[in-house]
């Protein structure tokens, strides 16, 4: 079954570091999103992707996030000056279409230092 | 913003039994969704839900989608070990513009089973 594929699954880095999150969504897939997990929480939306455009973030998705899909397959996520309280999980998911279940990657564990 | 209250928080329970966990949300919702979680991995999707009032199966697993659409549960019947875990409820709001597709989470029900 195809799985949404995500690099690293782990990532340390020091405060201030600029860090990119890769993720290799299911091929059919249109809808694209990110995710985060700070430990012991809940999951919380961060931005959604489609015809490779933004089309909604959150309030947590501030200027030092970005995302992009570069060559029609990778989607990744760009933190340009880590924070401590970045440190999370972060999920890719992807959809094949706006109504569709979303199907999530294994995550990125980001510990910033 | 949109919240989701999951409950119970957690629940410890004998192998056999079954178990019963719910979400609510003073928002409607066009779907609800039921994801389990295991240590260190994503979300793995258990059931989809589309119409308020459908109840639907998968294996042990039964979930229903509340008539006001602001609500939703989630049976397992006859628990194993390898039930444990972490079940997030979610809530999805579908349609153009605005929130495309964007999951609303609950703060998950973390299940442990004695053998």
């Known amino acids: 079954e195809p799985e949404v594929t995500q690099t690293p699954s782990h990532q340390v880095t020091q405060m201030g570091q600029e860090v990119i999150l890769r993720c290799v969504p299911i091929s059919n897939h249109l809808y694209f999103y990110w995710y985060r997990q700070i430990l012991g929480q809940k999951v919380e939306f961060l931005v959604s992707?489609?015809?490779?455009?933004?089309?909604?973030k959150s309030e947590i998705f501030d200027d030092q996030f970005s995302v992009e899909r570069p060559d029609g397959s990778n989607f990744t996520l760009k933190i340009r000056s880590t924070k401590l309280e970045d440190s999370a999980m972060y999920f890719c998911?992807?959809?094949?279409?706006?109504?569709?279940?979303?199907?999530f990657g294994n995550g990125t564990r980001l510990t910033v230092t | 913003g949109q919240q989701l209250n999951q409950s119970p928080q957690s629940m410890f329970i004998q192998e056999g039994e079954d178990v019963s966990m719910n979400c609510t949300s003073s928002?409607?919702?066009?779907?609800w969704l039921w994801y389990k979680q295991d240590p260190g991995e994503g979300p793995v999707l258990l059931i989809a839900l589309y119409k308020a009032g459908e109840l639907t199966s998968n294996g042990r697993l039964t979930a229903q989608f509340g008539i006001t659409r602001k609500d939703s549960f989630l049976n397992i019947s006859a628990s194993i070990p390898s039930d444990v875990g972490i079940y997030f409820c979610?809530?999805?709001?579908?349609?153009?513009?605005?929130?495309?597709?964007?999951?609303?989470f609950g703060k998950g029900t973390k299940l442990s089973v004695k053998p």
């Open positions: 992707f489609y015809n490779n455009e933004i089309s909604e």
């Open positions: 928002s409607i919702f066009n779907t």
């Open positions: 998911a992807g959809a094949r279409e706006n109504n569709s279940p979303l199907h």
């Open positions: 979610a809530g999805q709001i579908t349609g153009y513009g605005g929130s495309q597709g964007n999951l609303i």
